[in-house]
């Protein structure tokens, strides 16, 4: 059986899901929606484009719906009224606001009888279930997340809407102390600040303000402000030179001791060094929309995250292959 996939909105995530489809020989992209004029677009495979408005007219011949929209204002009203009508997957990574945005799909969900599943990536994702299994295994202990180095999309775009910046770069950058502290099986509270830096580079509208742009970042809530953040002003040429890719990566790590009198000091560490945030993103979301699949066949129904899905529902081999080849 081959799993039609739809993509609902076509930036850098829905390129690398349109990709990712093509190393999974058991899935079929069977096109695009997008709020664009379909014509105005042109997909990396030549797969058919669709207005987002018309997605409903295809709603049979649809097994999965990836959302690669925003989650600011995107993914918060997409999401639910899609999964009213098809097994949706999402990459919503707003953690403060994830247990309203799962009552708000599991309801839509439950609605239609379909598998909504959310907040698939490596963070939250592959990341949070690393952090699951370590609380699991070492319950005496703490887990300690750090990212980058790596372009924050999120925070690039946050100094791009600043006035008088042409467009902008932003690394997350791990402490190498803090990561040293950790790694040696220090048990410590680690501020904002002392886990990461931030590093911008930025290109200026002619005559723009710098010092007052410089100032607007540093003291940015929610972005900079808790952070050391250090601005580097640049021509346009040397940011697409330097700073075009789209890395990321990171680490979880659990430190935590076992033994009667707690003798043993324990050291476990999960890291992604990616050359492609959102390639490696739409990765882990193909895979998880082929255990969508699954469970919507199984019967089940409803909002689902990471936690919920058994690892072999990810893979295209049969639990029979899997016992034999990895287990």
Known sequence: ????????????????????????????????????????????????????????????????????????????????????????IDSFDTHAKIPEHFNNVDDAAKKGGNIAMISVGWDPGMFSLNRLYGDCILPEGKDYTFWGKGVSQGHSDAIRRIDGVKDARQYTIPVDEALEKVRNGEICELSTREKHIRECFVVVEDGADRQRIEQEIKTMPNYFADY??????????????????????????????????????????????LDSNPEFTASVIVAYARAAYKMSKDGLSGCKTVFDVAPAYLSAKSPEELRKTML
Do not use: W
Request: with cysteine.
């Open 1 to 88: 059986m081959t799993i039609k996939i739809g993509i609902m909105g076509y930036g850098n995530l829905g390129k690398g899901v349109e990709c990712a489809i093509k190393q999974n020989p058991d899935m079929e992209l069977y096109g695009v929606f997008t709020r664009r004029e379909p014509d105005t677009v042109k997909t990396l495979t030549g797969v058919n484009v669709y207005h987002s408005d018309d997605i409903l007219n295809h709603k049979d011949k649809l097994d999965v719906v990836i959302i690669c929209g925003g989650s600011a204002t995107d993914l918060p009203v997409q999401t639910p009224a899609l999964a009213e009508n098809f097994n949706v």
């Open 228 to 273: 050391d953040t250090t601005v580097n002003f640049i021509s346009e040429e040397e940011l697409k030179r330097d700073h075009s890719g789209i890395p990321h990566g990171g680490f979880v790590i659990r430190s935590g001791v076992t033994g009667l009198n707690k003798e043993h000091k324990h050291i476990v560490e999960y890291s992604l060094k």
